[in-house]
């Protein structure tokens, strides 16, 4: 097997034993990686197609990775798994200013894409804070989401052409470039969020918006989580598809970064209440500031909130978004913790943040529970400390939080997807018929089981 | 067969013979609908399942019905097909005022929908000619487009939850309310497009917008379709997503409405060039017409376009709207004629205008071509009377049509689909590789080919 890959991709695309870093071995959550055959680094599509070609004639399973910054071990290889590597494949093929698309390959980083936009003056719409290192061809695997979710939507909805590998080296190229295309089945969605388990996303055309005129960052704080849902409401009433984020901070994730993250500056005194990061990506810049003082003056009024800071400057902005994204090294002195990514219906919120933070203390009286995230998307997310990372710990966790939001009829994964951390729990989002209809579609797509096997399913 | 489906949605729910009217038997374009075995009308989506599951008892094909309004036969009857409406299915379910969504059953007419949705301040993003008669069930298993795709997607993009009845009767729920939801495959996206041949939808939670505070529409006119793209990056640059529409249309389609639409009253005079109607969602209302107006200046002083005039009430607003989509009564004195529906990189477009005018004349001498369509979105429509209705001469005019898309890596469906009238044509717009995976997916989901058979596929 070794020899057959070899023979595609040369000498320097071929990783075996102690060649093969900790990069290509990352996992997160629970478990751990396994012991990979090798890693084969593919230089062009052409490759990838001849190595899961060869792959299948031996029927060797395959693990792709882009960036590795997944949070449910969807890259993390198996024993005995070929890892399929695309960071060799970054060549950006093509920007078409009138069209707004961008064409590349898979492994370009997520950030130099970002970049080579907005040398152009456009704006890719996805963006997230591990933009340094994901690839695109992963957040096209994983469908990500982000901080832009409210204004331009998922990865999903970016992604206008796309080409993937089948498990028998197949190459499907569906590299569509308009926004309207009706001619058959959309297949590209199938390699979309399916984690690397249908295919092997090479190259994808990539959806671009217009770079707004400007952006207004504002922070407020509100005394209820009803508070907050009226609060998104008005703006996005008011301020329509110019609200470009809106993240909510529950009361305890700004008392733990005044105790934990010193270098962390929250505009308001403590005790404030439930805090708001608002962005607004506006069309026209003269009068942007003005119009998001007035909406938030309204917000002020009609009581939906109680405080309110607009950043002054660049170097404002950026502290405000450090208050939400930021917290890394404060969240290490909580170590050992857990990480969720649930969503729900905006109107269940309330209900869950209560009751995530009762449920984990009638168990673990000593736990820190911070929740915040993503409330226009209907994305919170979770960091708990129980005071153990034992595996048996983690599990009552996950129960008691995936165990609310079977309740609430939300979904076990909000944007980080399914890998091997939440597999036990997919079921406890979707219906035995949705299971049984994702394991047709794999036996379809993959009948030998090759590609990224016990992952999602 | 037919006292198994009575047994199941009553007398009434049941049609056979005479009792089948031309709204069952509709078709367009080539071929006729043949005479199906009888019309079946579930009121409930669980008479759905029972009734599917009752025709793969016996082998029984199935054709879904909606709003008949779609324009490639993909509703139409075959000899011996059972029809199954859903004009019974007619609920509106919820509308979520924080989530800002909208639960409904799939007979539920689209506008319909979209008055409901404006009496709560809210906007169904899609928005068709075709409103008054179209289904919700419809527009999604067709993914819909529409003129204000450009700014809020295709129905695919809209469509948050659907439930649909498998070819067996298998209710396959995935009424998903969150902007994001990434546990596991996207099962939804098998039905949306798919006309009807993996899945008969029953039910669909859209996602609304908040309604726009004011609307500008403008008619302009250029020169060139290099200026005209060039005037639709300049107002994508200048007002950004609150471009709602762009509608370009091509100078034989101004000429035609001047001399066979005496209703019709285009704005400028006559031999203007191109000309477009572009129409602005302004989140402000008290800016929105000086915002535009001073956006039109720049493109008037940089050449764009030679002249323009912005609507100064909703009258003049619905007459420019008249110009470009009233003129049905006018077309029926160019019968019989040929309506493409084609897709491409917006850089092709010139191209193919003068490629498809010149290419049907050399061969149809006294032909008139009318080109006219959404530019933002990559999609323009063609209306090619040739003076005959012969299908030698439609293969003839196709093949011209989707001659010059396949050499300009277009599509040949935008927002039509393939129904049977593009059926041939799959293979100039997709791959042999794409094609073979669509064949997949229909042999997964409905191996026993019930679904209405001989459409897309």
Not at 90 to 100: M, N, Y
Not at 236 to 257: H, I, K
Not at 321 to 349: C, H, K, N, Q
């Amino acid at each position: 097997m070794i020899e057959d890959l070899r023979a595609i991709v040369g000498p320097a695309g071929l990783l075996i034993g102690a060649d093969i870093g900790p990069r290509y071995l990352n996992t997160r959550g629970r478990g751990t990686a396994g012991r990979p055959l090798c890693v084969v680094r593919p230089g062009t599509p052409a490759e990838v197609s001849r190595v899961m070609a060869a792959c299948h004639a031996r029927n060797q399973t395959v693990v792709a990775q882009g960036g590795m910054t997944g949070l449910v071990g969807g890259g993390a290889p198996r024993d005995g798994d070929v890892i399929l590597s695309t960071e060799r494949l970054t060549k950006i093929e093509a920007l078409d200013r009138d069209g707004l698309t961008l064409m590349a390959e898979a492994g370009v980083v997520l950030q130099t894409a970002q970049e080579f936009c907005a040398d152009a003056g456009l704006e890719l719409p996805l963006d997230l804070g591990a933009r340094g290192s994901a690839t695109l061809g992963g957040v096209i695997s994983t469908n990500a989401g982000g901080v832009r979710v409210i204004r331009h939507g998922m990865m999903r909805d970016n992604v206008l052409g796309l080409e993937a590998v089948l498990a028998d080296g197949t190459v499907l190229s569906s590299m569509n470039r308009m926004l309207k295309n009706n001619a058959g089945y959309d297949l590209k969605q199938l390699f979309i969020g399916s984690e690397g388990t249908l295919g092997v996303v090479t190259r994808a055309v990539i959806r671009l918006k217009p770079r707004p005129k400007a952006i207004v960052t504002a922070f407020t704080a509100s005394r209820s989580v009803a508070d907050v849902a009226s609060f998104l409401r008005h703006l996005q009433t008011e301020m329509g598809a110019e609200l470009g984020s809106f993240e909510v901070m529950w009361p305890e994730y700004d008392a733990f970064v005044r105790a934990r993250c010193p270098a962390l500056k929250p505009p308001f005194a403590p005790n404030c209440g439930f805090t708001v990061l608002s962005e607004f990506l506006c069309g026209s810049a003269g009068d942007a500031e003005p119009r998001v003082e007035a909406t938030l003056g309204g917000a002020l009024k009609q009581g939906l909130i109680d405080n309110a800071v607009i950043a002054k400057n660049e170097r404002e902005r950026a502290a405000f978004w450090t208050v939400r994204e930021g917290a890394g090294e404060g969240m290490r002195t909580l170590l050992p913790y857990f990480v969720y990514d649930v969503s729900m219906p905006i109107a269940a919120m309330e209900s869950f943040g209560d009751r995530v933070r009762a449920d984990i203390a009638t168990t673990y009286p000593n736990s820190t529970v911070l929740v915040l995230g993503h409330m226009g998307d209907g994305n919170l997310h979770v960091v708990a400390a129980v005071g153990s990372g034992a595996a048996a710990d983690h599990r009552a966790v996950d129960d008691i939080v995936y165990g609310i939001i079977r309740d609430l009829d939300g979904s076990v994964s909000a944007e980080h997807g399914i890998g091997v951390e939440k597999r036990d729990y997919l079921g406890w989002s979707r219906t035995p018929a949705e299971v049984a209809v994702m394991h047709t579609l794999k036996a379809a797509l993959d009948p030998k089981n090759l590609l990224n096997p016990g992952k999602v399913l």
